[in-house]
């Protein structure tokens, strides 16, 4: 079985970017994300193990002194990070791993695995961003202005990344996302290794 890929995709708060890679697993075959550990609450229709491994801030200081994470980054004063060996048991069954990390955990994650594809995704204008963000109706006045300022900070390093998409068009975003998977698929590397037979085949 072939390693399958993992796939960084970041993106300023409200975006888009969670609902993007929902629809691409959902829409194209092989394809899994991988589920963050987090100190913060759950929000409501979040289930553990599910949207995220919700675990007390102890937990998390333990699984970093045990050196289980992948990424770990601190954002709006909560924890998030992403355990190494579920992305490997992930990616041994072939299945290409997305990780939805903002850009703190992306520059880990290429530290330690420099041929991970990147993916920054962008609004199409800060009144978009603005009204995604006051849309949610979960959060007060403050707490969306934190996030608004954020995302402009998260916004300041799109230039670290491989490829850029525009969450304008939601369907248009989402071809274009599953597009750099399916491109990346058929690179020679891969490919060599995937249809090592096929190739001894045709060239026997």
Same mark, same amino acid.
């Given at each position: 079985m072939t390693l399958g890929t993992l796939y960084i995709v970041?993106?300023?708060?409200?975006?888009?970017?969670?609902?993007?890679?929902?629809s691409l697993t959902e829409t194209t075959p092989g394809v899994a994300v991988s589920i963050s550990h987090t100190t913060r609450p759950p929000r409501p229709g979040e289930?553990?193990? $599910?949207?995220?491994?919700?675990?007390?801030? *102890? %937990?998390?200081?333990?699984?970093?002194?045990q050196g289980a994470f992948l990424e770990y980054a601190q954002v709006f004063g909560n924890h998030y990070g992403t355990s190494c060996s579920a992305?490997?048991?992930?990616r041994q069954t072939g299945l290409d791993v997305i990780l939805e990390i903002d850009w703190?955990?992306?520059?880990?994650v290429r530290e330690r695995m420099p041929d991970s594809p990147s993916i920054f995704i962008?609004?199409?204008?800060?009144?978009?961003?603005?009204?995604?963000?006051?849309?949610?109706?979960?959060?007060?006045? $403050?707490?969306?202005?934190?996030?608004?300022? *954020? %995302?402009?900070?998260?916004?300041s390093h799109y230039a670290e990344f491989d490829y850029l998409l525009v969450n304008d068009d939601f369907a248009?975003?989402?071809?274009?996302?599953?597009?750099?998977?399916?491109?990346?698929r058929q690179r020679r590397t891969l490919q060599i290794e995937r249809q090592r037979k096929l190739l001894q085949l045709l060239l026997s």
């Open positions: 970041a993106a300023p708060s409200g975006a888009g970017k969670t609902s993007l890679v929902k289930r553990d193990g $599910e949207h995220y491994h919700f675990v007390t801030p *102890a %937990a998390f200081e333990a699984m970093i002194a992305v490997q048991i992930q703190q955990g992306a520059r880990q962008l609004p199409p204008s800060r009144e978009a961003l603005r009204q995604r963000l006051t849309g949610r109706g979960q959060d007060p006045v $403050e707490v969306i202005e934190r996030r608004m300022a *954020a %995302a402009l900070d998260e916004l248009t975003a989402l071809d274009a996302l599953r597009a750099i998977l399916i491109a990346h």
